[in-house]
């Protein structure tokens, strides 16, 4: 117990220095002049993000130093292969047990980590890690005590089977630990020749970064050999990379502090889906772009819930903030049968990546695929492209379990009637899904994914049989947030 205990403080005390002498260094020492290689241009990352890491961090090296105080005891009694004598094999084999812990580790990682991403798992423990949508230093210890275990368990049977120096495993230990670091320094600071082969197979901040957005996809630790194979790396990931390399003097939005919105009004949709509209003197609020989302944070009672909800009005369009919300939990429940005009809710200013800004004189096609309230964003997008890209297309595919949920009915009726350039068509459970020859629509098509992740995967399996591009593909990963469990780390 008392190794235990030394061996913990010793980890935990040079991590948390680590972290912060970087955080230091580059987020606030040189933060303006870096400013260019921040990834995300909107800061998110305040104390209150950083104060719940540095907790989960606490609760992450528990379980980590209990599993290295469980290989050192195994290994006591001859279940594992560890050796001090460092060359004890020679160069040759330590070279090679170094390259093959990397492989593994790589390999079992990107296998687990998208596990993790499971419905039934990802809200009980990887949504801990994922609560930081802008990641820091703080950030690349902020796991929870399970997810801590499982993405290490890696070393043990491989250490049964295999002669594996202590040197070695410290070095790998050194790899991992500022490979981890890199990627959730929120700063991209590989040059713009990683973009090329073969660099261009190893995984960059902003390849991490941008799994921290958008979730599902860019689960890879060390290289892209997984999530090339596999199909899932974010469409977005070399573009961004690209886009980072050549901006100048780019600006970043203070987004830490929540500001006060006032419920203007609030309109029932459906039986089951309400809209909110806000108003507020804020004009920061109006600079965003169709699909972008508002972080909010909601008094119910005696507590207080942070929710993520998509904005359904339209920059340049509506001179109102709108957020249109589906019976679910508590906050819908609020919204749907508690709230009323002229209550007060916290928000930060819109953000995300699943976006839709016009381009004049463009003339694109672009099909709308909506499950459910999936429809909130993508009505927002379509809006734009009505007013803005008058020479553009938009076929909007709209399934619902029902009629009745149908959403914004009698405003996509009248869109139609108005715009030629717009087609619009209903798919009920039941009666009609959207079928391969549905999506069907021309090789020069720009698909925007919104709703159930049923849905997504259907039609992204269809578009991949279509040969559609991945490029042309817009996908709005949404994820359920962290729901402690057993008492372990309530972050």
């Known amino acids: ?19 912060s002498v970087v955080y230091l260094i580059i987020w606030v020492i040189f933060g303006k002049k870096l400013g260019n290689r921040k990834i995300q241009l909107s800061k998110r990352a305040g ?3 950083i104060k719940g890491e540095i907790g989960a961090t606490f609760f ?13 005891s195994f290994n006591d009694i001859g279940l594992t292969k560890f050796y001090l004598e460092a060359g004890k094999f020679g160069l040759g084999y330590e070279v090679f047990a170094f390259i093959a812990m990397l492989l593994v580790s790589d390999t079992w990682f990107y ?3 998208r596990t993790m991403h499971h419905p039934s798992i990802y809200k009980y423990v990887h949504a801990l890690h994922h609560k930081s949508l802008d990641v820091n230093p703080f950030t690349s210890n902020s796991f929870h005590l399970i997810e801590s275990l499982w993405l290490t368990v890696w070393i043990l049977p491989l250490a049964m089977v295999m002669p594996m120096s202590m040197t070695v495993l410290g ?15 929120g700063y991209e600071f590989f ?19 941008l799994h921290h957005t958008q979730y599902n996809g860019n689960y890879a630790l060390f290289f892209r050999f997984w999530d090339v194979v596999c199909g899932t790396e974010l469409n977005s990931t070399e573009r961004t990379f690209q886009e980072i390399h050549e901006r100048k003097n780019a600006t970043i939005l203070d987004n830490t502090k929540y500001r006060t919105l006032i419920i203007d009004k609030l309109v029932k949709e459906t039986p089951d889906t309400v809209s909110v509209y806000f108003k507020t003197d804020d004009k920061e609020f109006f600079t965003y772009h169709a699909g972008q989302y508002l972080n909010l944070k909601i008094k119910v009672g005696s507590k207080t819930h942070m929710r993520c909800f998509s904005l359904s009005s339209s920059p340049d369009v509506d001179d109102f903030l709108r957020i249109t919300v589906k019976l679910k939990g508590e ?15 916290e928000s930060l200013l819109p953000v995300g990546d699943f976006t839709f800004v016009p381009t004049e004189n463009a003339a694109n096609h672009y099909v709308l695929v909506a499950g459910g309230s999936g429809i909130t964003p993508l009505y927002s997008m379509l809006l734009q492209m009505l007013h803005f890209e008058p020479k553009s297309k938009v076929t909007l595919l709209y399934a619902n379990q029902k009629e009745e949920n149908i959403v914004f009915k009698k405003e996509l009726d009248q869109l139609a009637q108005h715009y030629p350039q717009f087609e619009y068509r209903n798919f ?13 629509l021309g090789s020069n098509a720009h698909y925007y994914l919104c709703g159930p992740d049923s849905l997504k995967e259907g039609i992204s399996k269809y578009l991949k049989e279509l040969n559609v591009s991945k490029s042309t593909i817009h996908t709005e990963h949404f994820a359920d947030g962290y729901k402690p469990w057993f008492g372990l780390w309530k972050g």
Not at 171 to 185: A, C, E, P, R, Y
Not at 331 to 345: C, E, I, L, M, P
């Open 60 to 72: 992450s090296f528990f379980g980590g130093t209990a599993f290295s105080i469980l290989l050192l």
């Open 428 to 440: 009920i459970s039941g009666s009609k899904r959207i079928g391969k020859s549905d999506l069907d």
């Open 191 to 209: 040059p713009k020749f990683f973009s090329k082969a073969p660099f261009n197979m190893l995984v960059t901040a902003t390849n991490h970064s």
């Open 331 to 345: 906050v819908s429940h609020y919204f749907y049968n508690t709230a009323k005009s002229g209550d007060r809710v």
């Open 171 to 185: 070095i790998m230990q050194v790899v991992g630990t500022f490979n981890n670091l890199k990627s959730h320094l």
């Open 1 to 19: 117990m008392l190794d235990f205990a030394k061996q913990y403080l010793t980890t935990v005390i040079g991590a948390l220095t680590i972290m």
């Open 111 to 113: 296998w687990s980590h």
């Open 47 to 49: 104390w209150s993000q």
